[in-house]
């Protein structure tokens, strides 16, 4: 989509114009879970940042300075996956967040959070974390083309200021990236496995109703008869 392209572009950019070394690219993603990914030409599943990499690579960015994130559902998966999969390990500590003005203060807000809390608390379930891990980072960002038509973008807006008043809400009882961890993967609808009875039960529900409704179509009024 031209949204994406407006972002993958400014990181290409960005990359060719700066000195050796070069930076890391990392493509974050594996989609949404309001819908189904596409399938790609041999039936997989195709995931964001398979693609965005691809376009990369094929804007002349070598694969030796692409890393995917494949595994987020939203923007505060986004955050949490980068760290725990790439900066931690890798101890990249200065990150250049790009995306779309529609998108960005809520990507602003998250990110912001993320990574400055402590990896955790010494002592507590899953240790403090691999040694350096709360040296502090240092974030900027980059805002490009919002590249929406226009009754999409403020369709967009709207959801966006919805879900960043949500997330201002619900940052605060996060203290470590561990209490983070704990309530996206137990509690978060897009991680947590108890999403999947839930799923469960809403689609057997759905499939009752319909039978119902079924059954009802077929029956025949009774016949009145005539006084």
Request: net charge positive; charged share 25%; proline share 7%.
């Amino acid at each position: 989509p031209p949204h994406m392209r407006a972002r993958l572009d400014a990181a290409r950019r960005r990359w060719a114009a700066s000195a050796a070394p070069k930076p890391l690219i990392v493509c974050l993603s594996a989609g949404t879970p309001h819908k189904p990914n596409p399938r790609d030409a041999r039936g997989f599943d195709a995931k964001e940042a398979t693609a965005s990499a691809r376009y990369l690579l094929a804007g002349g960015v070598p694969a030796a300075h692409i890393l995917e994130e494949a595994l987020s559902l939203d923007t505060i998966g986004n955050a949490v996956y980068l760290r725990l999969l790439h900066t931690e390990v890798l101890g990249l500590r200065r990150l250049l967040v790009v995306n779309n003005g529609w998108h960005m203060p809520r990507t602003r807000a998250i990110f912001d959070k993320v990574f400055a809390l402590p990896f955790g608390e010494p002592g507590a379930r899953g240790g403090a974390g691999p040694v350096g891990c709360d040296e502090k980072y240092h974030l900027e960002y980059e805002t490009v083309e919002d590249a929406l038509p226009a009754d999409a973008l403020e369709a967009r807006l709207a959801r966006e200021a919805q879900s960043l008043a949500q997330w201002l809400q619900t940052a605060p009882r996060f203290r470590t990236l561990g209490e983070l961890h704990r309530w996206l993967h137990f509690e978060h609808g897009a991680y947590a496995a108890a999403r999947s009875g839930a799923l469960a039960a809403a689609t057997a529900a759905r499939s009752a109703s319909e039978r119902k409704r079924s059954a009802s179509s077929c029956m025949s009024p009774p016949s009145r008869e005539r006084l």
